[in-house]
DNA sequence: GGTCCAGGTCGAATCGATTCGACCAAGATT
DNA sequence: AATCTTGGTCGAATCGATTCGACCTGGACC
């Protein structure tokens, strides 16, 4: 069933086959049905891989997460599923690949083989030797989250920077005057990951500004690590009446902590984060947090990836979003304790 | 920088390249070397669409999952996950297709562009379009669930039937009376949703069985769904003391729901599930499960795909697992009320 | 009536790999 | 000494599409 069998059974040219298929030059209607009717009986398709090798493009795009061994959180879930959403409008097919390592076989592949026209990247470090290895391939790829140069490589992302100081702000505008950061895990932030780095600064500045109290502390990405972390943080710093995050995935351990050392939210105890709106409107009790549009990211993404392949050489363009703190049920007047 | 250039810079000819890379006739050791050189220098990567073209297969799996418009859940998640990383494990590309209606170009695309050598499809419903689409192309495939013909296909699928059963047995062994099934949306079990309409088989029997008064409800696959679902059950069947639920998304709603109601869990009220171990283990309190081993049955999917590729012939192969139920802090003795 | 153009079609070249048959030289086998 | 391997290499065919140049026909135009 190569376009060869749908020109001999037309009786046609295979040329005149792909003509009224592509319309790229005219066809006369009646052979133009003729060959239709042939296809639908045959059921027949181009070969992609033919196709690819001919016109030099796969009209597919890759998409880099974090290796599978770590969950996604739900921020991350979003991207993806916006991203092969918006993909899949636009006719791409999306690849995943899974890579974190520095020589990751599957990463390689992507970039090198020509599998792609483009790759979507993900949880971009400050220093990302695959931001590099793209760069020197040429293969047009997008960012979700950006290096420590950010006028090297297109991207989204979100502003954790501002978005954590607005948390702080918010904070202090109800009377806190002790307020902790929970980061995301010491391993990522130590490898230079972006969005930990930008909140300590945001979180910084803030807490200066307002002459508060701080205490920044990192925590891995779960559960049960969150509870700990609580633990800790009001056995070392009894005085503290809020805290701030940007880690989605140890928020349920905040608060079973809290519940733990008897202290309700919002009456006792505010926090404020940063996380996906779908996440933080669903969590008990709902999240006052900056709600990340992912659904959107992960489209615009596929949005600059689809310009950037058309024309290679247009300037980079980067998008960074400062959603607003959507207040819920976490966050209230501070009550002094201890 | 194809074959060709790197044939020219090493003095030798297109196909003596290729045999040095494949190994698949003896080159000397020392041209091997040299076209060795040549391709680190350049960084050549054979062009993978030429590659799948020549040899008809591709080195890609597609993975059918369902639409991005709809969360997955963790289990679904767990799937995924487990898929993209065995296929990596077998340096196999991994393609995504969000896939669920009829005509869905993207699935179209997948299985009959010759795009992949192998599908894995997930959501399977008991008449599925999807199969019959698969089935007649000759894509080879392997679902993750089965259709109301099991035979016709290879599948690994988890046996909602025996685990609610299980489930139902365990409550009954601690006295309760009074139990109702919580199954997934009613469109999907109208849809004819295979584990939906399983689990309803298994907690008739079970029910029956131990003489016990069974009431069945769908949910939608939300936390908010889950928590009227609980206020309407309790509203009209006050007299229920425990649950048996296959749908993970809606069991934080009824947590939410028994809470507000005034019913303490495990103390008044007992919840015993079918989830995947991981989230299981992580939601408060720990739900009393049967653990579906959602990262192994990624990985079993894809070690059948890979035979069934290598050989279609090949009978096809069935895994059904019925993990034991592990016992969390969801299931107490029963507490008559009302 | 000759020229031009547009519609409609075909054949051949091309994309970048793999692979088969053929060839040659050197050593092994009888 | 003639024949047979075997290691090592090359040229050409092939996979299935797209696309360019060329060709034919018939109507419009001057």
Redesign the pocket.
């Known amino acids: 069933?190569?376009?060869?069998?749908?020109?001999k059974r037309a009786?046609?040219?295979?040329?005149?086959?792909?003509?009224?298929?592509?319309g790229?030059?005219?066809?006369?209607?009646?052979?133009?049905r003729r060959i239709q009717a042939v296809i639908d009986e045959l059921g027949?398709?181009?070969?992609a891989?033919?196709?690819a090798?001919?016109?030099?493009r796969t009209r597919t795009i890759g998409l880099v997460i974090p290796p599978a061994g770590q969950r996604l959180t739900d921020m991350q879930l979003g991207f993806v599923a916006s991203v092969v959403d918006a993909a899949a409008r636009a006719d791409l097919d999306v690849l995943l690949s899974p890579s974190g390592g520095e020589h990751d076989r599957s990463f390689e592949r992507v970039v090198s083989g020509?599998r792609v026209d483009g790759v979507i990247l993900m949880e971009i470090r400050l220093e990302d030797d695959r931001v590099a290895r793209l760069l020197d391939s040429g293969v047009p790829f997008v960012g979700i989250g950006h290096t420590r140069h950010p006028e090297e490589m297109s991207w989204v992302d979100v502003d954790y920077d501002t978005l954590i100081a607005k948390c702080v702000h918010h904070l202090a505008d109800l009377g806190h005057r002790h307020v902790a950061l929970v980061n995301r895990s010491a391993e990522l932030v130590a490898a230079g990951y972006g969005p930990g780095h930008r909140a300590q600064a945001g979180f910084d500045r803030a807490v200066a500004e307002r002459g508060l109290h701080g205490v920044r502390v990192c925590c891995a990405d779960d559960v049960q690590a969150g509870q700990t972390c609580l633990q800790q943080l009001l056995a070392a710093h009894p005085e503290l009446t809020a805290i701030a995050t940007i880690n989605e995935a140890a928020v349920a351990g905040l608060y079973r902590g809290l519940a733990e050392a008897g202290l309700s939210v919002p009456r006792d105890f505010s926090i404020a984060g940063v996380a996906a709106r779908h996440w933080a409107e669903s969590v008990h009790p709902p999240l006052t947090a900056a709600d990340v549009p992912a659904d959107e990211m992960g489209a615009r993404a596929v949005e600059l990836l689809i310009q950037r392949i058309a024309n290679p050489a247009t300037p980079h363009r980067h998008l960074l979003l400062a959603p607003p703190v959507s207040l819920r049920s976490t966050t209230g007047p501070a009550r002094p304790r201890a």
Do not use: D, F
Request: proline fraction near 5%.
């Open positions: 069933m190569n376009i060869g069998e749908i020109a009786g046609v040219s295979r040329s005149t086959v792909s003509y009224a298929l592509t790229k030059r005219p066809v006369s209607e009646e052979t133009r027949y398709r181009p070969n891989s033919a196709r090798l001919k016109e030099g020509r």
